[in-house]
């Protein structure tokens, strides 16, 4: 079945570039996209790309994707504390009505000054 | 743009009681979701609709989970009886179609059951 694994925790100064880590398991994804959730809110789109791309770059951030090990990254440069949140890595599942989102589990940013 | 509103923010009771939530997705958007996110996890789709119907309810505990969206718009869920382990933050969610992977979320609902 669909799977999507991220590591738990990062830690960087602010300043630094982050890079966040991903593996998804299905190969139909057609995007696989960023989500950010910051303390109490619900989650917001950062970024997605298609799967036919292996890199997509959108001001500080960095979409890298190798398709063949199925490993998504995520790049922040210049971190700022304001970058400290949740992000999420999600791959959509296609069925016969429609797709729907898989989330990883989430990968927690601790931004340092 | 208004975003989605969700209600209540935050919801305590009593295990074995009955709870809902309520949605109102962004005007114009087909596609509404109802997601549940327990502490230190992703958030994981109970139901799907598109406009009024059910496209996806595969993952809903159906002997006590419920939800509904008449008229196309705003969605009701509803638990009964809640248990322990429902303790989680419940996020809704809109889009305009039912096959894209943008989504706009609520700021959920926090529901502790003790």
């Known amino acids: 079945g669909e799977d999507v694994e991220q590591s738990l925790f990062l830690s960087v100064r602010e300043g630094d570039s982050s890079v966040i880590n991903c593996t998804y398991t299905?190969?139909?994804?057609?995007?696989l996209y960023w989500y950010k959730q910051e303390p109490g809110a619900g989650l917001q789109l950062l970024t997605y790309?298609?799967?036919?791309?292996d890199m997509k770059q959108d001001q500080r951030l960095t979409v890298l994707l190798n398709k063949k090990d199925k490993h998504l990254s995520l790049r922040i440069a210049d971190t700022q504390t304001g970058d400290s949140a949740i992000y999420f890595c999600?791959?959509?599942?296609?069925?016969?009505?429609?797709?729907?989102?898989?989330f990883g589990q989430g990968t927690e940013l601790s931004v340092k000054p | 743009e208004a975003g989605v509103a969700q209600s209540p923010r935050y919801k305590i009771i009593e295990k074995r009681q009955s709870v809902a939530f309520w949605c109102n997705p962004i005007s114009g958007h087909a596609t509404l979701y109802w997601y549940q996110q327990i502490l230190g996890q992703g958030p994981k789709l109970l139901i799907q609709?598109?406009?009024?119907?059910?496209?996806?309810d595969s993952q809903l505990p159906k002997d006590r989970f419920s939800a509904e969206r008449l008229k196309g718009v705003d969605s009701t869920l509803k638990i009964q009886p809640a248990k322990l382990e429902d303790s989680a933050v419940y996020l809704c969610?809109?889009?305009?179609?039912?096959?894209?992977?943008?989504?706009?979320f609520g700021s959920g609902t926090q529901l502790s059951v003790l």
């Open positions: 609709f598109q406009n009024n119907g059910v496209v996806d």
């Open positions: 790309i298609f799967s036919n791309m």
């Open positions: 299905d190969s139909s994804s057609t995007y």
């Open positions: 969610a809109s889009s305009l179609d039912v096959q894209g992977g943008k989504l706009f």
């Open positions: 999600a791959e959509i599942s296609f069925y016969n009505q429609g797709g729907k989102l898989i």
